[in-house]
């Protein structure tokens, strides 16, 4: 299961917005949604510059996507505080 390697991310826009995605590499599609080219979110073009503030390990792509989904549904408010719970993690 060497592929099974997927992960969560949330970004934050330069108006305060929050951008979830999944993805097998944070820092390429980080960089690609910072470029704002045609592998870029259309929601992220012209909403920078963007920041990580999240990323959570999650395992296969059927996880990542249930996860996605779940965080998703999450009010602005549950997102945050998911992000600080995260920040106050040592390591």
Same mark, same amino acid.
């Given at each position: 299961?060497?592929?099974?390697?997927? #992960? %969560?991310?949330?970004?934050?826009?330069? &108006?305060?917005?929050?951008?979830?995605?999944?993805?097998?590499?944070?820092?390429r599609r980080l960089q690609e949604h910072q470029s704002g080219g045609p592998k870029?979110?259309?929601?992220?073009?012209?909403?920078?510059?963007? #920041? %990580?503030?999240?990323?959570?390990?999650? &395992?296969?792509?059927?996880?990542?996507?249930?996860?996605?989904?779940?965080?998703k549904k999450l009010s602005k408010r549950a997102k945050l505080s998911l992000i600080?719970?995260?920040?106050?993690?040592?390591?």
């Open positions: 299961m060497s592929g099974d390697n997927w #992960q %969560l991310y949330i970004l934050r826009c330069a &108006g305060g917005e929050l951008y979830t995605g999944i993805t097998k590499d944070v820092t870029a979110a259309k929601y992220l073009r012209g909403r920078g510059p963007l #920041q %990580l503030v999240y990323r959570e390990e999650i &395992g296969s792509h059927g996880d990542a996507l249930r996860r996605e989904m779940a965080v600080a719970k995260s920040a106050a993690m040592p390591g």
